[in-house]
Protein backbone atom coordinates (compact mmCIF):
# COMPACT_ATOMS: atom_id res chain seq x y z
CA UNK A 1 0.00 0.00 0.00
CA UNK A 2 0.94 3.84 -0.37
CA UNK A 3 2.78 5.20 2.35
CA UNK A 4 4.30 8.32 3.55
CA UNK A 5 6.49 8.24 5.79
CA UNK A 6 8.54 11.01 8.04
CA UNK A 7 10.98 8.99 10.69
CA UNK A 8 11.47 12.32 12.28
CA UNK A 9 8.70 13.30 14.76
CA UNK A 10 10.72 16.19 16.42
CA UNK A 11 14.02 18.05 15.40
CA UNK A 12 16.01 20.81 17.10
CA UNK A 13 18.23 23.17 15.59
CA UNK A 14 20.31 26.22 16.40
CA UNK A 15 19.60 28.88 14.54
CA UNK A 16 22.04 29.71 11.54
CA UNK A 17 22.45 25.59 11.28
CA UNK A 18 21.61 24.02 8.31
CA UNK A 19 17.99 21.58 8.46
CA UNK A 20 16.90 18.56 6.62
CA UNK A 21 13.60 16.76 7.12
CA UNK A 22 13.42 13.14 5.83
CA UNK A 23 10.26 12.19 4.02
CA UNK A 24 10.08 8.78 2.18
CA UNK A 25 7.42 7.07 0.47
CA UNK A 26 6.07 3.36 -0.58
CA UNK A 27 4.78 3.93 -4.41
CA UNK A 28 5.80 2.02 -7.76
CA UNK A 29 5.59 4.76 -9.83
CA UNK A 30 6.75 8.50 -9.50
CA UNK A 31 4.62 10.02 -7.52
CA UNK A 32 3.79 14.05 -7.03
CA UNK A 33 5.65 14.82 -4.44
CA UNK A 34 4.60 18.43 -1.89
CA UNK A 35 5.90 20.09 1.32
CA UNK A 36 3.77 21.70 3.57
CA UNK A 37 4.53 23.85 6.83
CA UNK A 38 2.02 24.74 9.59
CA UNK A 39 2.64 27.34 11.67
CA UNK A 40 1.12 27.28 15.44
CA UNK A 41 -2.89 27.78 15.55
CA UNK A 42 -2.30 28.52 10.92
CA UNK A 43 -3.48 26.20 8.74
CA UNK A 44 -0.56 24.99 6.28
CA UNK A 45 0.98 26.24 3.53
CA UNK A 46 3.00 24.89 0.53
CA UNK A 47 6.57 24.91 0.57
CA UNK A 48 7.84 23.45 -2.71
CA UNK A 49 6.20 20.51 -4.98
CA UNK A 50 7.73 18.25 -7.51
CA UNK A 51 5.86 16.77 -10.29
CA UNK A 52 8.63 16.19 -12.72
CA UNK A 53 11.48 17.28 -14.44
CA UNK A 54 14.61 18.94 -12.29
CA UNK A 55 14.98 16.68 -9.07
CA UNK A 56 15.97 19.67 -7.31
CA UNK A 57 13.73 21.62 -6.44
CA UNK A 58 13.40 25.40 -5.14
CA UNK A 59 10.54 26.68 -3.19
CA UNK A 60 9.66 29.78 -0.79
CA UNK A 61 11.30 31.00 2.48
CA UNK A 62 14.69 29.71 1.30
CA UNK A 63 13.68 25.85 1.49
CA UNK A 64 15.15 23.25 -1.02
CA UNK A 65 13.95 19.47 -1.39
CA UNK A 66 15.42 16.83 -3.48
CA UNK A 67 13.97 13.61 -5.46
CA UNK A 68 15.49 10.59 -5.38
CA UNK A 69 13.77 8.32 -7.27
CA UNK A 70 16.83 5.29 -6.35
CA UNK A 71 15.96 5.74 -2.63
CA UNK A 72 12.51 7.13 -2.49
CA UNK A 73 13.04 10.04 -0.89
CA UNK A 74 12.06 13.72 -1.23
CA UNK A 75 13.74 15.36 1.97
CA UNK A 76 13.64 18.89 2.83
CA UNK A 77 16.72 21.31 3.21
CA UNK A 78 17.55 24.99 4.15
CA UNK A 79 21.08 26.00 4.21
CA UNK A 80 20.47 28.46 7.66
CA UNK A 81 17.41 27.85 10.16
CA UNK A 82 15.70 31.07 11.28
CA UNK A 83 13.64 31.15 14.27
CA UNK A 84 10.75 31.79 12.79
CA UNK A 85 11.14 28.66 11.08
CA UNK A 86 9.90 27.01 14.13
CA UNK A 87 6.60 24.83 13.50
CA UNK A 88 5.49 21.58 12.10
CA UNK A 89 6.55 20.66 8.36
CA UNK A 90 4.22 17.66 6.40
CA UNK A 91 5.60 15.95 3.62
CA UNK A 92 2.59 14.59 1.65
CA UNK A 93 2.46 12.33 -1.79
CA UNK A 94 -0.35 12.77 -4.57
CA UNK A 95 -0.59 9.10 -6.90
CA UNK A 96 -3.12 7.52 -8.98
CA UNK A 97 -6.12 5.76 -8.02
CA UNK A 98 -7.75 4.72 -11.12
CA UNK A 99 -9.49 7.53 -12.34
CA UNK A 100 -8.71 9.71 -9.38
CA UNK A 101 -5.55 11.15 -7.98
CA UNK A 102 -5.39 10.60 -4.06
CA UNK A 103 -3.25 12.90 -1.51
CA UNK A 104 -1.64 10.85 1.73
CA UNK A 105 0.28 12.89 4.30
CA UNK A 106 3.26 11.90 6.47
CA UNK A 107 2.65 12.50 10.01
CA UNK A 108 4.55 15.14 10.34
CA UNK A 109 7.89 16.73 12.32
CA UNK A 110 7.95 18.94 14.70
CA UNK A 111 10.91 21.33 14.16
CA UNK A 112 11.92 23.80 17.21
CA UNK A 113 14.53 26.64 16.66
CA UNK A 114 17.25 27.44 19.47
CA UNK A 115 18.72 31.12 19.80
CA UNK B 1 -7.39 38.68 -2.15
CA UNK B 2 -8.92 36.97 0.67
CA UNK B 3 -8.03 33.49 1.77
CA UNK B 4 -9.99 30.34 2.50
CA UNK B 5 -12.05 31.08 5.52
CA UNK B 6 -13.21 28.45 8.22
CA UNK B 7 -15.74 28.89 10.65
CA UNK B 8 -16.25 28.62 13.53
CA UNK B 9 -12.24 28.22 14.53
CA UNK B 10 -13.34 26.47 18.02
CA UNK B 11 -15.92 23.92 19.29
CA UNK B 12 -17.57 22.64 22.01
CA UNK B 13 -19.48 20.05 22.25
CA UNK B 14 -21.18 17.32 23.62
CA UNK B 15 -21.44 13.62 22.58
CA UNK B 16 -24.27 11.96 20.63
CA UNK B 17 -25.05 16.05 19.21
CA UNK B 18 -24.13 16.57 15.97
CA UNK B 19 -22.08 20.17 14.52
CA UNK B 20 -21.72 21.54 11.25
CA UNK B 21 -18.35 23.56 9.93
CA UNK B 22 -17.99 25.54 7.63
CA UNK B 23 -16.00 26.74 4.79
CA UNK B 24 -15.27 29.61 2.28
CA UNK B 25 -12.64 28.94 -0.33
CA UNK B 26 -10.94 31.95 -2.17
CA UNK B 27 -12.86 33.46 -4.79
CA UNK B 28 -12.96 31.56 -7.77
CA UNK B 29 -12.21 28.56 -6.33
CA UNK B 30 -14.77 25.28 -7.46
CA UNK B 31 -12.74 22.33 -5.34
CA UNK B 32 -13.13 22.31 -1.15
CA UNK B 33 -11.77 19.59 0.15
CA UNK B 34 -11.63 18.64 3.90
CA UNK B 35 -9.50 16.89 6.40
CA UNK B 36 -9.15 15.89 9.69
CA UNK B 37 -6.15 16.57 11.95
CA UNK B 38 -4.84 14.68 15.14
CA UNK B 39 -1.97 14.27 17.00
CA UNK B 40 -1.95 10.45 16.11
CA UNK B 41 -3.54 9.96 12.97
CA UNK B 42 -2.03 13.16 11.12
CA UNK B 43 -3.88 14.18 8.21
CA UNK B 44 -6.64 12.21 6.66
CA UNK B 45 -8.54 13.15 3.86
CA UNK B 46 -12.09 13.10 4.32
CA UNK B 47 -13.69 14.09 0.90
CA UNK B 48 -13.43 16.47 -1.84
CA UNK B 49 -16.32 18.72 -3.89
CA UNK B 50 -15.85 20.23 -7.26
CA UNK B 51 -19.11 22.39 -8.53
CA UNK B 52 -21.50 21.17 -5.81
CA UNK B 53 -20.49 17.38 -6.41
CA UNK B 54 -18.76 15.16 -3.89
CA UNK B 55 -15.79 14.16 -6.40
CA UNK B 56 -13.78 11.94 -3.95
CA UNK B 57 -14.31 10.52 -0.57
CA UNK B 58 -12.10 9.26 1.91
CA UNK B 59 -12.27 6.25 4.87
CA UNK B 60 -14.73 8.13 7.25
CA UNK B 61 -18.07 6.44 8.80
CA UNK B 62 -21.33 7.84 7.36
CA UNK B 63 -21.84 10.04 10.42
CA UNK B 64 -19.12 12.26 8.16
CA UNK B 65 -21.21 14.56 5.50
CA UNK B 66 -20.45 17.21 3.74
CA UNK B 67 -22.28 19.58 0.69
CA UNK B 68 -21.13 22.63 -1.69
CA UNK B 69 -22.89 25.46 -2.42
CA UNK B 70 -23.40 27.51 -5.82
CA UNK B 71 -21.12 29.75 -4.60
CA UNK B 72 -18.57 26.68 -3.78
CA UNK B 73 -18.90 27.17 -0.02
CA UNK B 74 -18.90 24.04 1.79
CA UNK B 75 -20.11 22.76 4.97
CA UNK B 76 -19.45 19.75 6.83
CA UNK B 77 -21.48 18.01 9.25
CA UNK B 78 -20.94 15.18 11.62
CA UNK B 79 -23.72 13.61 13.68
CA UNK B 80 -23.58 11.82 16.87
CA UNK B 81 -19.99 12.96 18.28
CA UNK B 82 -18.19 10.78 19.79
CA UNK B 83 -14.91 11.62 21.72
CA UNK B 84 -12.58 10.92 19.52
CA UNK B 85 -14.33 13.35 16.37
CA UNK B 86 -11.83 15.66 18.76
CA UNK B 87 -9.82 16.99 15.95
CA UNK B 88 -9.14 20.05 13.89
CA UNK B 89 -10.94 20.13 11.24
CA UNK B 90 -8.98 21.65 7.91
CA UNK B 91 -10.92 22.76 4.80
CA UNK B 92 -8.46 23.23 1.60
CA UNK B 93 -9.81 25.01 -1.55
CA UNK B 94 -8.10 24.99 -4.99
CA UNK B 95 -8.96 26.17 -8.20
CA UNK B 96 -8.94 22.29 -10.10
CA UNK B 97 -9.91 19.07 -8.93
CA UNK B 98 -7.37 18.40 -6.35
CA UNK B 99 -8.06 14.34 -6.14
CA UNK B 100 -7.79 14.66 -10.34
CA UNK B 101 -5.13 16.85 -10.54
CA UNK B 102 -2.21 15.78 -8.89
CA UNK B 103 -0.45 19.02 -9.98
CA UNK B 104 -2.48 21.77 -8.15
CA UNK B 105 -1.67 23.53 -5.16
CA UNK B 106 -4.10 23.56 -2.35
CA UNK B 107 -4.71 26.40 -0.01
CA UNK B 108 -5.59 25.73 3.54
CA UNK B 109 -7.99 27.77 6.04
CA UNK B 110 -7.01 28.09 9.50
CA UNK B 111 -8.98 24.92 10.92
CA UNK B 112 -11.52 24.95 12.79
CA UNK B 113 -10.73 22.66 16.44
CA UNK B 114 -13.67 20.69 17.80
CA UNK B 115 -13.49 19.29 21.22
CA UNK B 116 -16.09 16.79 22.13
CA UNK B 117 -16.78 16.72 25.32
Known amino acids: AQSVTQPDIHITVSEGASLELRCNYSYGATPYLFWYVQSPGQGLQLLLK????DTLVQGIKGFEAEFKRSQSSFNLRKPSVHWSDAAEYFC?????????????WGLGTSLAVNP | KAGVTQTPRYLIKTRGQQVTLSCSPISGHRSVSWYQQTPGQGLQFLFEYFSETQRNKGNFPGRFSGRQFSNSRSEMNVSTLELGDSALYLCASSGTITSMSGDTEAFFGQGTRLTVV
Open chain 1, 50 to 53: YFSG
Open chain 1, 92 to 104: AVGYNAGNNRKLI
